[in-house]
């Protein structure tokens, strides 16, 4: 799979929107875009994932740039239940794919 | 739907036994894959199975194995213990197995090897 690059650590404010970004240059035809958060002491939850075009559900949005190189999950409005590490994961539907390869993530704190 | 179950919860171990840890996907979910996370290492892909058959490995010695059932609970096991060993071992579930399946997670197994 692809690699993917997160800034190490965000900080926002409880009740405001947050655009956390993923950058993904190397991102082959046939991989999908996932995001996953991983809360204290809990296994990681899935988040959202898309291919080409924007995704909404229930708990964010991916935006996906038109090369499909960089991507962005937004929540709308953050609380203090959303201070979690975000990972961004490449995953080919080619065939074969592997498990989720989770890196570093993205550290997001909020501030009440 | 009852989410991903995984027993034990905790289990302490010495150096040198074995141990199973068994996972019990969300009805209707057919494919298991299995994670170690450490603080060192992070979270490690393990190995997935789908309808029976490992369908992909990560980069673990031969000590790591698994197996699913018809059921499509699965089990792994780790022969012949070490320290490094100690880690939480996850287990998520999909429907089915592909890029484009998302992953639900199961809460974990402490495993504690001294």
């Known amino acids: 799979d692809a690699k993917t690059t997160q800034p190490n650590s965000m900080e926002s404010n409880e009740e405001e929107p947050v655009h956390l970004p993923c950058n993904h240059s190397?991102?082959?035809?046939?991989?999908?875009i996932h995001w996953y958060r991983q809360l204290p002491s809990q296994g990681p939850e899935y988040v959202i994932h898309g291919l080409t075009s924007n995704v909404n559900n229930r708990m964010a949005s991916l935006a996906i740039a038109e090369d499909r190189k960089s991507s962005t999950l937004i929540l709308h409005r953050a609380t203090l239940r959303d201070a979690a590490v975000y990972y961004c994961?490449?995953?080919?539907?080619?065939?074969?794919?592997?498990?989720?390869?989770f890196g570093k993530g993205t550290h997001l704190i909020i501030q009440p | 739907k009852a989410g991903v179950t995984q027993t034990p919860r905790y289990l302490i171990k010495t150096r040198g036994q074995q141990v199973t840890l068994s996972c019990s996907p969300i009805s209707g979910h057919r494919s298991v894959s299995w994670y170690q996370q450490t603080p060192g290492q992070g979270l490690q892909f393990l190995f997935e199975?789908?309808?029976?058959?490992?369908?992909n490995k990560g980069n673990f010695p031969g000590r790591f194995s698994g197996r699913q059932f018809s059921n499509s609970r699965s089990e792994m096991n780790v022969s012949t213990l070490e320290l490094g060993d100690s880690a939480l071992y996850l287990c998520?579930?999909?429907?089915?197995?592909?890029?484009?399946?998302?992953?639900?997670f199961g809460p974990g197994t402490r495993l504690t090897v001294l």
């Open positions: 190397t991102i082959s035809g046939t991989d999908y």
């Open positions: 994961i490449l995953r080919d539907n080619g065939g074969g794919a592997d498990g989720l390869t």
């Open positions: 998520a579930s999909s429907l089915m197995s592909g890029g484009y399946n998302e992953q639900f």
């Open positions: 199975y789908f309808s029976e058959t490992q369908r």
